[in-house]
């Protein structure tokens, strides 16, 4: 059942009845079975001006807006205006209250009922209309202008718009409630940006509705009207302020520097940022080689695979070949002839790692990284991210991605992932929302690590963290610990780029230094800083 305007005049409501009960209208001519003729003439009488304005209130509070145009003198602005007012003005519903007539003027109250995106609400004002004689057809008609829809519409603003005022206002809060903003955290920047985006409608927000007057270009000029005052939403996140703001102050000390940290529990992201502040966000969408962080990977196929023990013996050398390929040597071409596999782990010898590429088929290592680490699945974060990719090969692609060079790609999020990977022995996918806020299915790997490799693993990161390419870089820090250096040559890049990647209890992290040369002396600090933050 459809809602029916009603128009009142003086104190007595006068039902609205069809439109074929009010007379058919000639649409070019305005012309009635009512009409008083061309020939009538003079000033309008009294009962002229209270009869035209009752029967264009009529049709107006009854929607016909064709027939309330045609009892006004500019038929074609008037059932443009009216007809805008009830789409665009989201007019549901609309009663007129007709007061007396001074003159030729009838001054009405006005009860518009505003139906927008499920906000109802109602909206009174006052308006009037002055009633004149047609020049053409002598009857009395409405003289049309913006103003009889409201008083505050005029030639320069002449139409009635109702909408969003401002977009929703979304918080984004942290694991704790504390609100998270870009002044406080500016490198979050792009990240809390597109939080908003992707969970307003899930936040609980509300926006600003306003009916206004609009120009002749269609843009807002003065707000008439505030249906709603909107009230803000707010997103729940898996960040931790406090981490957050350590890892801000640890990059902005550094150029080029990114870093994550996460629960290897839960795999809840507890901070992100970068030193360079772009809409681009590389601790998340960065693809570039790891380096030596991705011997962790590399190690737990070797070790789950049988072919090598923490203590079987595996020299360094200072270079070595593969297969009479590429040459790859050490940092510094360092060499340990009696050294362990454990040892060559904490040293983060590369041509160990290369030596042993013949124990490992050619899609050993990336069925490794997937099937256990998740290094390849889609993964769904909360927000937009490059998940990794570790390609089969063989020859000096096999080589070189064993030590996390060739086209090994990886970011500060991956490489957080697989420390904690290694510290619990299971995936667990990165989020920085409650996953019951992401609708897709979250990535799971094929299985864990073996218990027989997980302890081995973990003795070796934690030799790397008191012994190691890591000591200095943990020194002092208590708990379980484990780390893993990185130094990465990339194409067209003097110094290479620095990693660094440790746990210490329930947190781990993964940051890098473009150009910063040894992973424990740049990208280190940054990774401590952020483990000391958090108990």
């Not at 205006?81 to 789409?87: E, F, K, N, T, V």
């Not at 665009?88 to 007396?100: C, N």
């Not at 490794?368 to 991210?385: D, K, N, P, S, Y």
């Not at 979250?442 to 073996?450: D, H, I, M, P, V």
């Amino acid at each position: 059942m459809r809602t029916v305007g009603r128009v009142v005049l003086g104190v007595t409501a006068v039902a609205v009845v069809g439109v074929a009960g009010l007379g058919a209208y000639n649409l070019y001519t305005g012309l009635t079975g009512g009409d008083r003729g061309p020939g009538h003439d003079g000033p309008v009488s009294a009962s002229e001006v209270r009869e035209t304005a009752r029967d264009f209130l009529a049709a107006w509070a009854e929607k016909n807006d064709v027939r309330a145009s045609q009892l006004t003198n500019d038929a074609a602005s008037a059932v443009a205006a009216l007809s805008g007012y009830r789409h665009d003005g989201h007019v549901a519903k609309l009663t007129l209250k007709a007061g007396r007539a001074q003159g030729t003027r009838v001054p009405f109250d006005v009860r518009a009922d505003i139906s927008y995106e499920g906000t109802r609400a109602s909206w009174s004002y006052a308006s009037e209309l002055s009633v004149v004689r047609g020049r053409t057809t002598g009857r009395p008609l409405v003289d049309w202008m913006p103003s009889v829809l409201h008083p505050e519409l005029t030639a320069d603003r002449p139409a009635l718009r109702t909408g969003l005022a401002a977009p929703p206002s979304v918080r984004v809060v942290d694991r704790d409630g504390k609100e998270l903003t870009k002044e406080r955290y500016p490198s979050l920047g792009p990240v809390l940006a597109e939080l908003r985006k992707r969970y307003a409608a899930a936040s609980g927000t509300g926006g600003r509705i306003e009916v206004w007057a609009a120009g002749v270009d269609d843009t807002p000029a003065k707000t008439l009207h505030v249906v709603a005052k909107g009230r803000p939403g707010t997103v729940h996140t898996t960040l931790d302020a406090r981490v957050q703001s350590r890892a801000e102050e640890a990059v902005a000390r550094r150029s080029g520097a990114s870093v994550v940290a996460l629960k290897p529990s839960t795999g809840e992201v507890l901070a992100v940022a970068n030193s360079d502040r772009t809409e681009f966000n590389p601790a998340f969408q960065g693809a570039t080689a790891p380096g030596s962080t991705f011997k962790i990977i590399t190690s737990a196929a070797l070790l789950e695979s049988g072919k090598v023990t923490p203590g079987r013996p595996v020299p360094c050398p200072k270079t070595i070949s593969y297969q009479q390929g590429m040459t790859f040597h050490n940092v510094e071409d360092s060499e340990n002839p009696a050294a362990t596999f454990a040892q060559d782990f904490a040293a983060s010898c590369n041509t160990a790692f290369v030596s042993l590429a013949g124990d490992l088929s050619d899609s050993a290592v990336a069925d490794e990284a997937r099937a256990v680490f998740g290094i390849g699945l889609t993964w769904h974060v909360g927000v937009e991210t490059f998940d990794g990719s570790v390609p089969t090969g063989g020859g000096d692609d096999k080589a070189a991605a064993l030590i996390g060079q060739g086209r090994v790609q990886m970011n500060p999020l991956t490489v957080a992932s697989v420390a904690a990977t290694a510290q619990t022995g299971t995936f667990r996918q990165p989020v920085i929302v409650p996953r019951s806020l992401i609708r897709e299915e979250q990535a799971k790997t094929e299985r864990g690590l073996s218990p027989a490799a997980v302890r081995q693993l973990r003795s070796m990161m934690r030799l790397t963290a008191t012994s190691g390419t890591a000591a200095r870089a943990m020194s002092g820090l208590s708990g379980d610990i484990g780390a893993k250096t990185g130094s990465a040559e990339i194409d067209g890049q003097q110094t290479t780029n620095a990693w660094f990647t440790a746990y210490r209890n329930d947190i781990a992290a993964a940051a890098v230094v473009v150009g910063g040369g040894h992973g424990g002396d740049t990208a280190g600090p940054v990774v401590r800083d952020v483990l000391t933050a958090h108990g």
